[in-house]
């Protein structure tokens, strides 16, 4: 069988999707039979981007024009590319203040008017660009990843989850944390998928996987609010994966350095 | 003892309990640790707790589990159907529209070719309902199904005690070593919610929504699309095929896994047509299927008005408000001329 | 001329480069360049809620998301007066140690082992030495079931919430744990042995002096203890560690007054353990047997980690029984009552010392976030390590010298993410 060739890159990020990879303990040794990790930099010495490649997972949000350009250099050499992860699909939980400039968020943390290697507002990495396909999550799970490869090996790409958190949540007959405690439970809004992990824990959704197919907002908004929690709270849980939570819409600029 | 009816004292219930769980597998309704209500195995020497309401999810998890694998691909063997050989279960506690709902489900995949899948676990499973105080969110012996809620023992609650009636050989199977706690009796059994399930007739139901078109805007605005209220009903049974390929290509796997007329996914087609793409339409839908019924079974309620979906869900949206409205509608548009 | 040559860091977390000063041919000179793009985690946090606080941090970094949680999750609760019930702060101390073991047997076995083997990553090390790999991968499997099971999941723990615990953990899973610790810390005896050897082929590095958490738990308390034996409290951190912006790197480098450059991570809390182990040293390491209480070198850092290693799975199965003994009740997560203060709290990470400082309206909303990063506290002595190093290496050729530079900063296990957040 003939071994796909993978890249793995990280742009700026947490490393956690590249980690919950190399965290399939169990299945490496097969995974490696199939695919040959040619750029993946995390976990190994080569550095230069040599030849096409099957499938580039890259994880991370875009932020630097270093970033950019490996994104830009991946995608050209890629059949298919990944947005590896909330921050890569969506920019993740660092894009929570893109309303504020830059250089001002910057000015607290480092003092001076530059941003420390020119960064700028974090960015999903469709909005440079063309995408083929998504594993959300923050981190993802490693089943959606292992589908993911063995769709790869197959020919083909996963289906992505269309249902809810909730209806996971509720396959797994679990009382419902927003229903009956009252708390902030975001799987109403939430993609399926992840056999809602964390409400069958008693911990409410954070929403990590990224809003689903249909969702709505003013209906949920109106029962959080109903629990008692303010417009405040709800956009600051809610904005950490979702963007639509966000006070201040804005549309994700593209940054081109030509 | 089939079809004869015995007396069991108050205080003979927990010894009967005690022998019946002694028979084997058994699951009973009980609040868990963490406040939930299901039905579980109970833990030593814990009774059924008989006055709780309603599970969380009715008996299809355990006749359809949510995602269950029917075949095996590898390439040595093809595909291979999964065998099941479940082991008897004893559900004890089981309220007259779960009962009801099984009966439903009996309809759908046993009829004809049996599903190869329901039918194992189908004749694992041993019965024995309990009769019931109905509570806001019920709507037995008025709006639900005609299926009749058949089971192998039933528990009528009387005051002082059950009136236990055997109703099938399993039932006497179970009944007999048994005998000690129980006293023969001729009593016709009390009224319950097992009688006069359903008031309405379906041929009552309008076909044609127009007249409350408002209503169902408004329950599709508040709709979160969820789908909970279809994850927990008793008879909703639409499913969806799923075939997982193993990492080195060499098996696959495929799963029957619960599908949901409240997504987008649900009515749409290749190429990307959907058949049912506004919520609205969807909710149309679900009223059909659930007070008309639809394919074979056309012309049978398919709600046995557990309550589960308006609990369940988190929105607090109830169809049967809508329902009520389109029946008055309807009677009201056949007298006026 | 001189000629700058940047070299990408592989085998680390994050971005990094190594800048190699080149005259007439020559390298003369390495820099250590943290290149990682900024998230700028401080001023996210400024005017959230605290409830935002734990869930955001774990986020800058994924190998360190546990102890990054459990800092702020200390630190929100101390804020505004708060203790979490014994069991709770078990289960913390568990998921802490189950990322030690995660991040001591990602760096040692799929990391580090390469530069030992001579191959250029676990993809080499799978057909070369498949063995050892798989003992890594048990070990680290085993560090990750500890956070399944005390946090659920690997990467960002969710069931450690502010008051406590989302669930308590069930008893056969603790018990199916506690087998695999059993069988791990088998798998881990062999550690120190495979990783004294190899880090000898580098010539004379500097020795630093160091500094580590002290306290009740071998990993966290509320006072650092210094080689020197100083003891500073974590609440006046400001006037012995100072954080500055460097040019050129997009992580603060920290100092330490006129005191020097002090070095944190596994070294240094054996050190400040006075745990110093010499019959395990390895030969020739001259200055660490002169003085093995004052200071500490690369040369020793995988060493110690290899040592912490099973330290870390002792600890773990030690807390499992624990647990098991005392019996698992189901608890509710305390509720907290904001009010206005100021916290700062240190716990040790993987790769060190990690401090968290806070500030907080009456309200309970953030208003002042400051988090300093074990790699961030080591970056000023990679960068000496680094020249020294080159120096030590004069008359070599630039593949040799990049290389032995690369390993060098590998043996910091520096975190890159962690340092700039
Ligand atoms: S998506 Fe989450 S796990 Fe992945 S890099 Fe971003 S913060 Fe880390
Ligand atoms: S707990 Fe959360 S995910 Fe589960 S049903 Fe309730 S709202 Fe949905
Ligand atoms: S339950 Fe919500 S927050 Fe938790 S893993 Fe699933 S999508 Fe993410």
């Not at chain 2, 868990?32 to 030593?44: L, M, Q, S, W």
């Amino acid at each position: 069988m003939k071994r796909e060739r993978v890249a793995i890159a990280g742009l700026t990020g947490c490393s956690g999707c590249q980690l919950t990879l190399l965290d399939c303990e169990d299945e490496l040794p097969l995974l490696l039979k199939n695919a040959d990790f040619d750029y993946f930099p995390m976990a190994s010495s080569g550095i230069a981007l040599k030849g096409e490649y099957d499938a580039a997972l890259v994880e991370g949000c875009l932020s630097t024009q270093e970033g950019l350009k490996l994104l830009r250099n991946l995608r050209e050499k890629s059949r298919l590319l990944v947005a590896f992860g909330a921050c890569a699909v969506s920019g993740g939980v660092t894009a929570i203040r893109n309303d504020v400039p830059r250089e001002e968020l910057s000015r607290i943390v480092y003092g001076g008017d530059a941003v420390p290697g020119g960064g700028f507002e974090p960015a999903p990495l469709a909005s440079a660009v063309k995408v083929d396909f998504d594993i959300t999550g923050c981190p993802p799970e490693k089943a959606d990843i292992l589908e993911f490869f063995a769709g790869l090996s197959a020919g083909v790409l996963p289906i992505p989850a269309r249902t809810f958190v909730c209806a996971d949540c509720r396959a797994r007959e679990n009382i419902c944390l927003l229903a009956e405690k009252g708390e902030l439970c975001l799987g109403v809004l939430t993609r399926g998928g992840c056999n809602a992990r964390c409400p069958s824990m008693n911990v409410p959704c954070e929403g990590c996987r990224g809003v689903a197919e249909e969702t709505n907002f003013a209906e949920a908004m109106a029962i959080f609010s109903a629990n008692g929690f303010s417009a405040d709270r709800i956009s600051e849980k809610g904005g950490r994966f979702f963007r639509e939570f966000l006070h201040e819409k804005k549309e994700y600029q593209k940054t081109d350095p030509d | 003892m089939k079809n004869r009816r015995f007396l069991l004292v108050g205080s003979d219930f927990e010894p009967f309990c005690m022998a019946l769980y002694g028979q084997g597998g058994i699951h009973i309704p009980k609040i868990c640790a963490d406040g939930g209500v299901r039905f579980a195995h109970p833990v030593e020497g814990e009774l059924p707790d008989l006055s709780l309401i309603r599970t969380i999810l009715p008996l299809k998890k355990y006749l359809f589990p949510p995602k269950d694998k029917v075949l095996s691909y590898s390439q040595d063997n093809g595909y291979q159907p999964v065998e099941y050989n479940s082991g008897k279960l004893l559900i004890f506690g089981v309220h007259p529209c779960d009962l009801a709902a099984i009966s439903y489900l009996d309809k759908i995949f046993l009829n004809g070719e049996p599903d190869a899948f329901y039918l194992p676990r189908r004749k694992s499973l041993a019965l024995i309902g309990v009769s019931c105080m109905p509570d806001k969110y019920c709507s037995c012996g008025d709006i639900a199904s005609p299926m009749p809620a058949d089971c192998d023992i039933f528990l009528y609650k009387i005051e002082t005690g059950y009136m236990v009636s055997c109703e099938s050989d399993e039932g006497s199977a179970i009944l007999s070593p048994l005998s000690p706690f129980l006293h023969e009796t001729d009593i016709l059994p009390p009224e319950s919610t097992r009688d006069n399930f359903s008031l309405n007739s379906v041929e009552k139901f309008p076909d044609d929504l127009s007249g409350v078109s408002s209503e169902l805007q408004e329950m599709a605005r508040s709709c979160l699309g969820c789908g909970a209220c279809s994850i927990c009903c008793p008879t909703c049974y639409c499913f969806d095929l799923l075939e997982l390929p193993s990492l080195n290509g060499e098996r696959a796997e495929r799963f029957r896994i619960w599908d949901n007329c409240l997504y987008q996914s649900h009515a749409e087609v290749a190429g990307g047509y959907n058949f049912r793409k506004a919520r609205t339409e969807r909710f149309d839908y679900r009223y059909r299927h659930k007070y008309l019924g639809f394919g074979q079974l056309q012309g049978i309620m398919s709600c046995v008005g557990c309550g589960r979906c308006i609990a369940n869900c988190p929105a607090g949206l109830d169809l049967r408000p809508l329902a009520c409205k389109a029946l008055k509608e309807s009677s009201h548009a056949a007298t006026s001329p | 001329m001189k000629k700058k040559s940047i070299r990408k860091l592989t085998r680390i977390e994050g971005d990094g480069q190594v800048e190699l000063i080149r005259e007439n041919g020559i390298v003369t000179d390495a820099r250590f360049v943290i290149s990682e793009g900024v998230r700028l985690f401080e001023a996210l946090l400024a005017g959230r809620s605290f409830h935002e606080v734990p869930d955001m941090v774990c986020r800058i970094c994924s190998i360190c998301s546990t102890v990054h949680k459990v800092a702020a999750l200390e630190a929100v609760e101390e804020a505004f007066g708060c203790m979490v019930s014994r069991q709770s702060a078990i289960l913390r101390e568990l998921a802490v140690n189950g990322g030690v073991i995660e991040s001591h047997a990602l760096h040692l076995y799929f990391l580090a082992l390469p530069d030992y083997l001579g191959v250029a990553g676990f993809q080499e090390m799978a057909t070369t030495a498949p063995e050892l790999l798989q003992r890594g991968a048990r070990i680290k499997k085993c560090g990750n079931l500890i956070q399944e099971i005390a946090g659920g999941r690997a990467v960002h723990p969710f069931n450690l919430v502010i008051g406590g615990t989302g669930s308590s953990p069930r008893k056969d899973s603790l018990l199916s744990l506690e087998d695999e610790l059993e069988s791990v810390i088998e798998d881990a005896t062999s550690a120190p042995e495979i990783f004294q050897a190899g880090n000898d082929r580098f010539p004379e590095l500097p020795v630093f002096p160091f500094f580590a958490v002290k306290g009740e738990s071998r990993l966290s308390g509320d006072t650092v203890g210094l080689s020197t034996g100083e003891l500073m409290t974590a609440a006046s951190f400001r006037s012995w560690l100072g954080e500055s912006a460097q040019e050129g790197s997009c992580a603060k480098v920290c100092n330490f007054g006129n005191s020097g450059i002090f070095v944190t991570g596994p070294s240094a809390r054996r050190g400040i353990e006075n745990m110093l182990d010499e019959t395990s040293s390895p030969r020739d390491l001259s200055d660490d047997r002169k003085s093995p209480r004052q200071t500490v070198s690369p040369y020793l850092f995988n060493l110690h980690r290899a040592i912490e290693l099973q330290q870390s799975l002792d600890r773990a199965l030690m807390l499992v029984r624990l647990l098991l003994e005392e019996g698992i009740h189901e608890e509710k997560a305390l509720r907290l009552a904001p009010r206005k203060s100021e916290v700062t709290k240190v716990i040790e990470a993987p790769r060190g010392t990690l401090l968290h400082h806070y500030e907080f309206d009456r309200d309970g909303v953030c208003i002042c976030a400051d988090i300093t990063t074990p790699t961030a506290m080591n970056q000023a002595a990679v960068g000496i390590s680094l020249r020294k190093l080159v120096q030590g290496m004069a008359g070599a050729g630039y593949g040799e010298i990049r290389s032995g530079c690369e390993r060098l900063v590998r043996c910091f296990d520096p975190c890159l993410s962690c340092a700039v957040h």
